[in-house]
């Protein structure tokens, strides 16, 4: 018996549920989990549903012929495949390791629901760590002047490796336009702020110099605009008028990692959906 997960998100309209559901019943899709959510503001339709095959009547390759019809129909956007065939990430890092180290120690424990297949970097600092967890290590070091050079390397090896996800764990350069266009919605970024506030360098400091009574750390997909991609989690620590800056960045150093842990696998598992400017978690 294999699970497949199926999401999609479309104009909503009535009958959308009947459509696919009917689908997957004549092709004798067992169903095992849904979900599902109307805006009202956009009027779109988003689902997620986990099926398994133990009473389908048809093979995958059928059901995704008929499906793609259906989602035509609809004009759906959507995404399906096996539970157990997991996204390939390439992870990239800057000089701090605390969110890759969250990362790798997760896949190493099987806590995250993909394959993490290489780590590229503008430092040495982490390759020992890398290597360790039997991982191939690209160190491509950026100037301004070779940034473009550096970029195509960058993409290179995501193309390499069949990456599927670009994972931003602290990797403190900024993308081109070109590179994310390029990674619309196949790159997480971790921005060690509650944004929108305290956007762009050294939020911590700033976060200090406004007396702030909360920290935090967002993760976002990258886009273009910087900081202003589709926020997909947020987690947050109380502070107070004696924590320090130096206080804060460490105490923001957990709540960073635990913020891109959490996209990462909510990414993986199909439950996030892009509305716009926004996403929505099934």
């Known amino acids: 018996m294999r699970s497949y997960i199926l999401s999609f998100s479309c104009p909503d309209r009535l009958g959308v549920v009947a459509r696919?559901?009917?689908?997957?019943?004549?092709?004798?899709?067992?169903?095992?989990?849904?979900?599902?959510?109307t805006d009202p503001v956009t009027e779109r339709f988003f689902l997620r549903c986990v099926f398994d095959d133990r009473a389908l009547n048809v093979t995958m390759d059928t059901l995704s012929?008929?499906?793609?019809?259906?989602?035509?129909?609809?004009?759906?956007?959507?995404?399906?495949?096996?539970?157990?065939?997991?996204?390939?990430?390439?992870?990239?890092?800057?000089?701090?390791?605390h969110c890759l180290s969250a990362l790798l120690t997760k896949w190493r424990a099987g806590a995250l629901p993909a394959e993490i297949v290489?780590?590229?970097?503008?430092?040495?600092?982490?390759?020992?760590?890398?290597?360790?967890?039997?991982?191939?290590?690209?160190?491509l070091p950026v100037t301004k002047e070779?940034?473009?050079?550096?970029?195509?390397?960058?993409?290179?090896?995501?193309?390499?490796?069949?990456?599927?996800?670009?994972?931003?764990?602290?990797?403190?350069?900024?993308?081109s336009d070109g590179l994310c266009q390029e990674?619309?919605?196949?790159a997480i970024n971790i921005h060690h702020s509650f944004l929108p506030g305290f956007k762009g360098a050294k939020p911590y400091h700033r976060a200090w110099e406004r007396g702030v009574k909360v920290?935090?750390?967002?993760?976002?997909y990258v886009t273009a605009d910087l900081d202003e991609g589709p926020i997909i989690t947020q987690e947050v620590r109380p502070i107070d008028h004696e924590t320090t800056v130096e206080r804060m960045i460490h105490l923001g150093q957990d709540?960073?990692?635990?913020?891109?842990?959490?996209?990462?696998?909510?990414?993986?598992?199909?439950?996030?959906?892009?509305?716009?400017?926004?996403?929505?978690?099934?």
């Open 215 to 220: 920290i935090g750390a967002t993760a976002h």
């Open 20 to 37: 696919y559901s009917s689908l997957l019943a004549d092709a004798g899709a067992f169903i095992t989990e849904v979900s599902n959510y």
């Open 255 to 282: 709540v960073e990692a635990n913020a891109l842990s959490q996209a990462v696998r909510l990414h993986c598992e199909q439950r996030v959906l892009l509305n716009g400017q926004r996403t929505v978690i099934l």
């Open 183 to 186: 990674l619309a919605g196949r």
């Open 146 to 175: 070779t940034k473009p050079q550096q970029e195509q390397e960058i993409l290179s090896v995501f193309s390499e490796l069949d990456g599927e996800l670009l994972v931003l764990a602290r990797y403190m350069q900024i993308l």
């Open 65 to 97: 012929q008929r499906w793609q019809a259906v989602a035509d129909e609809l004009n759906a956007t959507w995404v399906l495949r096996a539970s157990d065939d997991l996204p390939r990430i390439v992870l990239a890092v800057s000089a701090q390791d």
């Open 118 to 139: 290489g780590v590229v970097s503008n430092h040495e600092l982490s390759r020992g760590l890398v290597e360790w967890h039997g991982l191939p290590f690209y160190y």
